[in-house]
C-alpha cells in the first residue's frame, strides 16, 4: 500500500549551498595565502578571539583542574569503550599475502594515515563526546600527528572539558580555532602542525562545506549534512519513550529531521500528543531547535506491516536507527541501511553519541545507502604489494602483453616483452601484433 504521512514535513534538511561555498571558499584562499595571521584575523573577527592559538601543557593542565573529578571519570569511561571498540576494529582489518599463481605472491598492508586534523564543536553544544570519537580512533589506529581544534570563546578559551577530552585521547596538539579558520589551519599546517592528510569530526554548515571543498586535497570522513534519526516502532513501544528519544534528537539543531515509522495507529497519535509537552519542558535553546525541527522536518509515517516499515527505513538510510519493535534479531539481519542500529527500548541514539563505544560520526542525508560511519578503518589505507619470481612473472607478462595490444597500449606491452626476452631469451612468445 502506499505510505501514509500522519505527520508530513514541509522542508527538507539542505541550506543554501550556493552562498556558504562562497563564503567558504574566500576564506579558506584568504588563510592558505595568509596562514597564521589571516587564520588568527578569522579568530578575532568571527569567535572575538585574540588568546593563545596553540594549547601549552600549563594551560592543557590548568583546563583539567577546571573539569569536576566525577565529569572526568564519565569522559574516561567513554573512552574506555570508544578504544576497545575500535580496537576490536582494528583486529577485524589485516594484511595478508597469497600466492595466486606459482611464483607470483601478492599482498595488502593496511597503512595508517600519518597526520590526522580532528574537529571538535564548541559552539552551540560543547561536544566533549566527539573529542572522544575522532582522537581515540586515530590513536587506536596508528596515526603518527593527531591535532584537533575547537571554537574557543571570547575572552575564555576553549571549554575546559573538551581540552581535557583530547588531551587525555591522545592529542599532540589542541588549536583553539574554530569554523573554516579551524578546518583550513589542519589542512595547511599551520601553527606547527603538519598538514592533515585527513579531516573528521562534526560541525556546522561552514565546517562541512570547508571538508567538501578541500576533498581530495585531503581526505575526510564523509559529506555531513544535519544529524538525522528514524525510529522503528510497533504496538508493543511505551510511546512515550518513543516521543522522549524523538525530542531528544530534534534538540540538535533547527533542521535536524526526526522520523517516526510504525505499522500501528494508536502508538502514532499517542506519541505526536506527547511530543509538543516534552519539548515544551525543554530549556529555552533545546526548545527553540526541537519546535522548529519538529514543525517543519519530522514525519510521522504509518506503514502496513513490519516489512513496509524496513523498506521505508531503508529508502530514508537514516544516520541513526532505533528499533523499538518485536523480535529484535529479524529487524538487525533485515534492515540495510543506517549509520548505526539501536536495538531495543534498553538503548537509545544518546548512548551511542556519548559513551557507548561505537563511533557516533556517522553518515547523514541518505549516505548510509553507501557508507558508513567514523571507524578505524576510515583512518587507514589498504594498500596493495605484489613480488614475482622469473618464472612467475611469465604468464602475467604474456597476458598483459596481448591485452595492452588489444588496447592500444604499446608502452605497456613493451613492458611485458622486454622482461620475457630477458628471462628467457631462447623462447618464442606470441605477444600481439607488435609482440
Known sequence: MALHYLKKAPKTATSDAGETRAIVQNILDDIEKGRDEAARKYALELDRYDGNIVMTRDEIDAAKAQVPQKLQDDIRFAHDNVRRFAEAQKDSLRDFSVELVPGLTTGQRSIPCRSVGCYVPGGRYSHVASAIMTVTTARVAGCRNVTACSPPRPGVGMNPAIVYTADLCGADRILALGGVQGIAAMAFGLFGSPPADILVGPGNQFVAEAKRILFGRVGIDMFAGPTDSLILADAGADPMVVAADLVGQAEHGYNSPVWLVTDDEP?????????????????????KNAEAAWRDYAEVILC???????????????????????????WLNRLQCYGSLFLGEETTVAFGDKAAGPNHVL????????????????YMKVATWQRATRDGARLIAEATARISRLEGMEGHARTADIRLRKYFPDTKFDLGANG
Open 267 to 287: 502508538l502514532a497519535r499517542a506519541v505526536m500528543d506527547l511530543v509538543p509537552e516534552l519539548i515544551a519542558a525543554l530549556p529555552e535553546l533545546n526548545r
Open 304 to 330: 502496513a506491516d513490519r516489512e513496509e516499515m524496513a523498506a521505508t527505513s531503508d529508502d530514508y538510510a537514516p544516520e541513526h536507527l532505533t528499533v523499538q519493535a518485536a523480535d529484535l534479531d529479524w
Open 363 to 378: 553518515p547523514t542525508s541518505g549516505a548510509a545507502r553507501y557508507t558508513g560511519g567514523l571507524s578505524v578503518h576510515k
